[in-house]
């Protein structure tokens, strides 16, 4: 009867021994990645609006810049107003536009330009929205996003002067930017 009872243990401790080697091979190889996993839907709802790695500045933007003689604002000037700012520079900027950042980062944010003393919003929008702005109208607006995306793929330009009022539109992966154009006043040549 006693060797029944070794047999049994011997079984459990061999099951025991099996279990743990099938959870060790399947399962995270540490707590923190146990915990990583569970906070990725958390990670994932908290970094909505922001642009995954990878997203490259379009060669268009990059020829825009090039073609107006930009260059990047310096470390130095990160987070300098923009009218303290010299010609010729590109930043980065939510709507406020208190101030340029050097870089994009990992949010969706405006690319900014200024050059020949005019500060610019730039990004794309649809072409009928671009029509607008073009053919002079007023009372419009022009959803804008930083990337091309489905509906607005045209790049474009504004002067910020022109532009009433700039909001910040949630969409599912990031901004738009509602660009509000009450008149354009006539640039002085």
Known sequence: MKQWYLYLIAALVGLAIVGYLVIRWKSPSSLTEIWNRGNHAMNAQRDAGKVQDGNATPREVQRLRHEQQ?????????????ENLPDGIYGFSMCNLDSLRANRGDTFSLEIHKHEGIVFYVGYASDEHIEKYLTRQS????????????????LFEIPVEFVS???????EDGY???LFVTAIPE???
């Open 139 to 154: 009372n419009f607006h022009i959803l804008t996003s930083p990337h091309p995306r489905k509906g607005t793929a045209s």
């Open 165 to 171: 009022k700039c909001e910040e539109r949630p969409v």
């Open 70 to 82: 930009l260059r990047p604002l310096t470390e130095r000037e990160n987070g300098t107003k923009i």
């Open 187 to 189: 640039l002085q040549t």
């Open 176 to 178: 738009l930017f509602d």
